[in-house]
């Protein structure tokens, strides 16, 4: 009788063994991504398991989450390793023992761009970030205007958790900038008579003026100051382009230049009231640490090269236009 009864005590302490113990993922690698929504409850996961492969029996998954009162998981990226069992399972989800992702974003225009580069990448949908990102009253709590928030979204890679909401991205984002604008940078700001959103400003024009080459970047950004002190308009295509919102343009043409937006650099002073783009790292420092000379005009060679001819008297500047004109024609590009 004894024997008996310790046979089914082993029996059943080796069954509730298996339920919590035994290894239930057998995916095909050895990891696999498992995204839990932040809004879902236990039933939301289970059925995104099984749809998965991730675990074959869904009432031992239930009776494990039962024994240890788990209902809601916590949302966020997870790593499923093959061999975990439904303990490990529950562990997880429960302490949101989550993985953590590499967010980039670059080659930026508008917050539209911004918002949906972010949206894919985090749980955070693309709208509510445009929302706070146009917000007068959001952009005001971090120091800046409609015009200037976007200055505080520097290029870069980071690591966030996937399930990181909206107003927690712009929190990590402003701790970033203040990060970046040391008092070093902040003085070399004030050198050259910018804030630090008319660095960045700067920083996207001599950005969208040399894409290819950030080598010369320092020497552009020169230009441009000289111009900026010197009271002369910056005569920036891109802002043109920007001013427009077409970006197919290749060739600007004097039509273009007629328009009336406080971003056409040929018919307004100084600079345009936002950023024409989300300058790089290299842009920006290309600015605070810009080459000093006495150029004042600057064309695309000829050679489509993407380097500049710099120059110092409008003269010199016009013969180097008029052979990249004429390359622009041979090769028939009329926009």
Known sequence: MFLALLSVSAFIAYNYYQKIFKAVVDIVNEEKEFFVYSDWDRENLIHALLKEGI???????IWVSDQKKFN?????????????????LVNMFRS????????????????????????AQLECDSLSLIQLIQSNEIASKYGFNTHTFLSMFIPNTYEFYWNTSAEEFLKRMATEYKRYWNEERKQKARNIGLSQSEVAILASIVQAEQMMHPDERPRVAGLYINRLKKGMRLQSDPTLVYAL??????RVLNKHKAIDSPFNTYIYTGLPPAPINLPELSSLEAVLDF????????????????????????????VYANAYRRELNRRKIMR
């Not at 675990?55 to 998954?61: P, S, T, V």
């Not at 919102?245 to 290749?250: A, L, Q, S, V």
């Open 55 to 61: 675990i074959q029996d869904r009432e031992n998954f």
């Open 72 to 88: 809601v998981p916590k949302g966020g990226k997870y790593l499923i390793k093959r061999g975990m069992s439904n303990n490990d």
């Open 96 to 119: 949101g023992m989550q993985s953590p992702i590499s967010l980039t974003f670059n080659s930026i225009r508008t917050d539209k761009d911004l918002a949906s580069r972010i949206g």
């Open 245 to 250: 919102g077409d970006f197919t343009i290749n």
């Open 291 to 318: 080459e000093k000379h006495d150029y004042l005009y600057m064309c695309a060679k000829a050679d489509f090269s993407s380097y500049h001819n710099f120059s110092k008297s409008l003269s010199q500047h016009n």
